[in-house]
Every structure is written in C-alpha cells, then in structure tokens.
C-alpha cells in the first residue's frame, strides 16, 4: 500500500462489527496499534484472539466500552492515555438503528437510536479531540452512511442522526484545523461480508441499484479508513467519502 499507520495508537469504536473487525486488522498489518473497543465483549469474537495472537498484546488493546456513556469513555480514554500516552486516530463506528414509519416512532425509541448514533459519535469525537490537543494532533474518522443524503423510507432517527454526523464533523475539522487535528466522515452504502445465505433476489437487486453491480465490503471500507487516518491524506479534512458502489435511487 501507498500508506502506512506505522507507530500510530488508533481508537476504534464499534470495533466487533463488519466494518470495525475488518478495520482492526488491517490498521494492524499496516503498522498500527490498535484499540479495538465495543459494548460487546471482545472474547465474544474469535478474531480478537486470533490478532492478540499474532500481534502481541502490546499492538491490540480491547476494551469493553459503551460509547454513548460519557463516564465510560471518559475511562476508555484515559486507559488509552495510561498505556500509550497519546492518540493519534480515532475511528468511530458504533451506532443504533431501528426501522419504523415516521410517525410509529415512540419517543423513547427516536432517542435511543439518536444517542447511540449521533451523541455516541459526540462524546467520542469530544474526547478523543482532548487528548489530540495534548498530544500535538491527530486525524478523526466518523462512519456516517449514504441515507444520510439519500434517505430511506423507515430509517428517520438514523438517517436524521447520520446526516448531523456529516456536519458536526465539519465543524470538528473547521475548529481544529489549526491545532492540527483532521476530521473526515465515511459514508457507506451496502456493505456485506461475504455471504452465502445472501438470496440471489438481493444480489440481482444488488446489480440494478449499483454502477459497479454489487455490495461493498468490510475491507474496502476499510482501506479507505485507513488511507484518511494516514499521514497520506494529510491535507485532507472536512471531507465526506462515499463508498457505495455508485448507488442510484
């Protein structure tokens, strides 16, 4: 690869999902340390073994974290500050979804998809741009999602969530510039592991509503993460890179 995360300590949230398992091992074969964090617990996932394994425990830290507790990843940061002593990219992936018509939504459910969305995304930006500060810099990556400017029917709190996602994280980049802190947004559309159990009706959907005929996957996602994490997009920011396949409503 043109990149390298070589010696960067990275923060990765929602870590035992597609994207964030797929995330996890690349940024380890490209140098990095990583800190695999999820509100499920890493010895759930096979793969988080397999990796300590092969890369030591000195290059993967994981930590039961949830993201939308402000205590919590307050402590997530400051195990990150006690046993690297700084953090130089930070790539956030957890969220919360709920498919349901408008006016179906309950109070209760519209804000639990928000604050695991939208206010996970703030309290993990807010903190990890604290140690940025004190450490001279670093690089912020929010997953957001292509419904957020091509909403879905079903999908308000998330698509809403998702969108000031995209701007919050513009103002991250417009404040921080100076302090030497980038801020990006990714913004997937379908993005499948490989999957037998996938119907053929859904991968001919698939071919119809993509220029490039198909589903994503958790490795092209990230590979596109970690080239804006790298020293390699250093001038950019305040960017938002979709990766959707050239999906057409």
Same mark, same amino acid.
């Given at each position: 690869?043109? +990149? ?10 929602? /870590?035992?999902?597609?994207? !964030?398992?797929? #995330?996890?091992? *690349? +940024? ?14 890493? $010895? #759930?996932? @096979?793969? +988080? ?6 890369? !030591? ?31 130089? !990219?930070?790539?956030? &992936? ?26 996970? =995304?703030? *309290?993990? #930006? ?17 997953? #957001? ?7 879905? =029917? ?5 698509? /809403? ?11 991250? =980049? ?5 302090? &030497?802190?980038?801020? &990006? ?11 037998? &159990?996938?119907?053929? /009706? ?15 996957? @958790?490795?092209?996602? $990230?590979? *596109?993460?970690? %080239?804006?994490?790298?020293?390699? /997009?250093? %001038?950019?920011? !305040? ?7 050239? +999906?057409?409503?």
């Amino acid at each position: 690869m043109a +990149f390298s995360l070589h010696d960067k300590v990275i923060l990765i949230t929602g /870590a035992c999902g597609r994207i !964030g398992k797929a #995330s996890v091992r *690349l +940024f380890l074969e490209n140098g990095a340390t990583v800190v695999a964090s999820d509100l499920i617990p890493a $010895a #759930s996932q @096979p793969l +988080f073994g397999e990796l300590t394994e092969r890369f !030591g425990e000195r290059r993967l830290l994981t930590v039961q974290s949830d993201a939308c507790d402000e205590s919590q990843v307050m402590a997530l940061m400051n195990e990150i500050n006690d046993r690297f002593g700084r953090l130089d !990219g930070c790539f956030h &992936n957890a969220f919360a979804q709920l498919h349901r018509p408008f006016a179906d939504y309950t109070l209760e459910e519209w804000e639990r998809v928000v604050r695991g969305t939208l206010t996970s =995304a703030f *309290l993990v #930006s807010k903190h990890a741009v604290k140690m940025m500060l004190a450490s001279g810099g670093g690089a912020i990556l929010n997953t #957001s999602s292509i419904i957020s400017e091509r909403p879905q =029917a079903h999908s308000a709190a998330y698509s /809403a969530s998702k969108a000031a996602i995209n701007q919050m994280t513009k103002v991250l =980049a417009l404040e921080y510039g100076a302090s &030497n802190i980038r801020a &990006n947004c990714l913004l997937p559309g379908d993005i499948k592991e490989p999957d037998p &159990n996938v119907s053929a /009706a859904y991968v001919e959907k698939m071919k119809e509503i993509t220029l490039i005929g198909r589903s994503g996957t @958790p490795d092209e996602v $990230a590979q *596109l993460a970690a %080239y804006l994490l790298s020293d390699s /997009a250093a %001038y950019v920011t !305040g960017a938002s890179y979709v990766i959707d396949g050239g +999906f057409r409503l």
